[in-house]
């Protein structure tokens, strides 16, 4: 089956009891049994769900994955990967990430006895350099939150493979449109199903896909055993917005083009982050590894003026000023003072998270009104 196929029939079979197209919402936290043990498959909705378990096949089989695992946000997804850690161990992870995934690493893991390097990533090698006997998982988001870096997921993998490394990747921003992990030799695949997969800024959700059995039955054991479970009716909503992930994705990436090339020519913007431009350091890794480039831009306002920066955004009306991404409806943000306000200051200035910095999370909505919208408020 292809890519747009999988988004509407992947793993999806229709309800066995009266043959409806899409799942029902199986409101329910338990299931009868004729004697004990004697169930369906199902015995209580932690555990088992079957329209989560329908939306966890879709997970799978839209990354090329084996086992897909649905999780009630992105962080409590991240939060299951982590407890496969035990005090000792050691991550490695990219530098730049989302501002709340650096104060999971750091503010509750790293009292729990794990040690965490965050890397410039850009050039895989430089992973060698932090790998001792005590490294077990290598944290990889690409494109990078907010600064839109690549980094070269096969690379990393064979760095790995080669020191018997897990490899998770962090695919909330490309999306499986865009660039599957796992065939590129990732172990996991997270999602903030939140943001593109739901597609409709109505949800919060995350996700994990895996290929390997033992690891699937580990963090099917974390899930279960920690209980950070996402409702039947949430996973109904992703399961419907997974179905037009392509066609939302494709406009997504026309508008994210049309809008990074005009800010690139705007007299106000100083710099545009956006692989799709072959100046980008990473742009022929971005070309291999990804079908295009996505609809996240971030830049920057002239003279890293806080405060132009702020009245930008505060002008915008087409755009919303907010958190998040990935719906289909055009959002901005600033990451130094919203989405990344957790990492100290010192921190996310050295990977450009500065306060003139201003993401987008550009929809699908007509173009010219988006082009208007920015010109408005830059000008
Ligand atoms: O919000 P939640 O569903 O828990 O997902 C966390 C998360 C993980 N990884 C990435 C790359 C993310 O962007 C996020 C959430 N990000 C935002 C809310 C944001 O505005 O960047």
Same mark, same amino acid.
């Given at each position: ?7 509407i029939h992947?793993?999806q079979?229709?309800d066995p009891a009266?043959g409806?197209v899409m799942?029902p919402?199986?409101?329910?936290s338990t ?6 043990g ?5 015995e209580y909705s932690?555990t088992?769900?079957?329209?989560r378990?329908?939306l ?5 089989s839209?990354e090329?994955g084996?086992?897909?695992?649905a999780?009630?946000?992105g962080l409590?997804?991240? %939060? ?7 005090? &000792?161990? =050691?991550v490695? /992870?990219?530098?730049?990430? $989302?501002g709340? *995934?650096?104060?999971?690493f750091?503010?509750?893991?790293? %009292?729990?006895g794990?040690k965490?390097?965050?890397? &410039?990533? =850009?050039k895989? /090698?430089a992973?060698?350099? $932090?790998?001792? *006997?005590?490294t ?14 690549i980094?070269?997921?096969k690379?990393v /993998? ?10 998770a990747?962090d ?20 999602h ?5 997969l739901?597609g ?14 033992a690891?699937?039955d580990?963090?099917y054991?974390?899930q279960n055993?920690s209980?950070a ?6 996973s109904f ?5 997974i ?7 494709q ?11 005009f ?5 106000k913007?100083?710099?545009v982050y956006?692989p ?12 291999a590894?990804?079908?295009d480039f996505?609809?996240?831009v ?6 890293n003026?806080?405060?132009e920066?702020?009245k ?5 009306k087409v ?6 991404l ?5 959002l901005?943000?600033?990451p130094?003072s919203?989405?990344?306000a957790?990492i100290?200051?010192?921190e ?5 998270v500065?306060?003139s910095l201003?993401?987008?999370s550009v ?7 988006l082009i208007?919208d920015?010109k408005?408020?830059l000008?």
């Amino acid at each position: 089956m292809k890519f747009n196929t999988k988004t509407i029939h992947g793993g999806q079979t229709h309800d066995p009891a009266y043959g409806a197209v899409m799942p029902p919402i199986y409101q329910t936290s338990t299931y009868a049994q004729s004697t004990p043990g004697g169930h369906k498959g199902y015995e209580y909705s932690r555990t088992h769900n079957p329209t989560r378990s329908a939306l966890e096949n879709a997970f799978a089989s839209i990354e090329n994955g084996t086992y897909g695992l649905a999780f009630a946000s992105g962080l409590a997804a991240m %939060d299951a990967v982590m407890k496969l850690l035990k005090p &000792g161990d =050691e991550v490695i /992870s990219t530098n730049d990430l $989302y501002g709340g *995934s650096y104060r999971l690493f750091t503010k509750i893991f790293q %009292d729990f006895g794990i040690k965490f390097h965050f890397v &410039g990533m =850009e050039k895989a /090698s430089a992973i060698e350099d $932090y790998v001792t *006997s005590n490294t077990k998982l290598i944290w990889v988001e690409t494109p990078t939150n907010p600064m839109m870096n690549i980094i070269d997921i096969k690379a990393v /993998s064979e760095i790995a493979r080669n020191h018997h490394i897990l490899l998770a990747v962090d695919n909330t921003f490309a999306t499986p449109y865009l660039q599957q992990p796992l065939d590129l030799g990732a172990d996991i695949v997270m999602h903030s199903a939140t943001k593109y997969l739901g597609g409709h800024s109505d949800v919060v959700m995350g996700a994990l896909i895996v290929k390997d059995k033992a690891l699937a039955d580990k963090l099917y054991f974390i899930q279960n055993a920690s209980g950070a479970v996402c409702g039947p009716q949430d996973s109904f909503l992703v399961l419907r917005g997974i179905k037009t992930l392509h066609v939302r994705m494709q406009r997504h990436c026309e508008n994210g083009k049309a809008i990074a090339e005009f800010l690139a020519s705007h007299p106000k913007v100083e710099k545009v982050y956006w692989p799709g431009f072959e100046n980008h350091p990473n742009h022929e890794v971005a070309k291999a590894q990804m079908k295009d480039f996505g609809g996240m831009v971030s830049f920057t306002t002239k003279n890293n003026n806080f405060s132009e920066a702020i009245k930008t955004v505060e002008k915008l009306k087409v755009f919303t000023l907010a958190e998040s991404l990935g719906g289909v409806e055009s959002l901005a943000g600033h990451p130094a003072s919203m989405t990344h306000a957790s990492i100290p200051k010192e921190e996310r200035e050295k990977t450009g998270v500065v306060d003139s910095l201003i993401r987008l999370s550009v929809g699908i909505e007509d173009i010219d009104d988006l082009i208007a919208d920015l010109k408005q408020a830059l000008e």
